[in-house]
């Protein structure tokens, strides 16, 4: 079911959600919740969702996009649905890449964000399953912008430079 997306500004996305317990893998109140969350963020065409952004405080995100898909973004490639559920990422190098980012929760706007360009995860899918790798360029800033809503970050806050906070469509 499509849910509302909460905007910035709501005091949801500013907590620190809750992990999710070994009791809610496969259970159907996840099942509930990740086809809330698919089918909200396909609706409105991101490219991922954090539980948070429709007013759940559980540590739950999923990521899905597809090049052909995409028209604001070039040379992503693809990345198949993927369930994220209690994410650990590190940084691999200090090395960041500058890149305008948008978010759902902060519509219409867009603004310049340096994050690590490789890093390292490791996370469980909605079976329990763990996923161990590493991943960089775009599916890592992905996976870096959407776990900061579980802990309570909005890209605004990781901008150095607010100057580059603008509006997608100045007319």
Do not use: W
Request: net charge negative; aromatic share 8%.
């Amino acid at each position: 079911m499509i849910k509302p997306i909460r905007k910035m500004g709501d005091p949801c996305l500013l907590k620190v959600s809750d992990l999710v317990t070994t009791e809610e893998f496969g259970s159907q109140g996840l099942f509930d919740l990740l086809t809330d969350m698919e089918d909200t963020m396909r609706h409105l065409g991101g490219v991922g969702i954090a539980a948070p952004q429709i007013g759940v405080n559980k540590q739950v995100v999923i990521i899905e996009y597809y090049q052909k898909d995409i028209t604001r973004y070039q040379d992503v490639g693809d990345c198949p649905r993927k369930v994220i559920i209690n994410p650990v990422i590190k940084a691999v190098t200090e090395e960041e890449e500058p890149f305008f980012e948008g978010c759902l929760s902060v519509p219409g706007l867009r603004g310049e964000v340096s994050r690590p360009k490789s890093i390292e995860y490791e996370y469980f899918d909605e079976n329990g399953n763990l996923h161990k790798g590493a991943d960089n360029g775009f599916l890592a800033r992905v996976m870096q912008h959407e776990c900061d809503h579980l802990q309570g970050i909005l890209y605004p806050m990781r901008m150095k430079d607010m100057s580059t906070l603008a509006f997608i469509n100045l007319d």
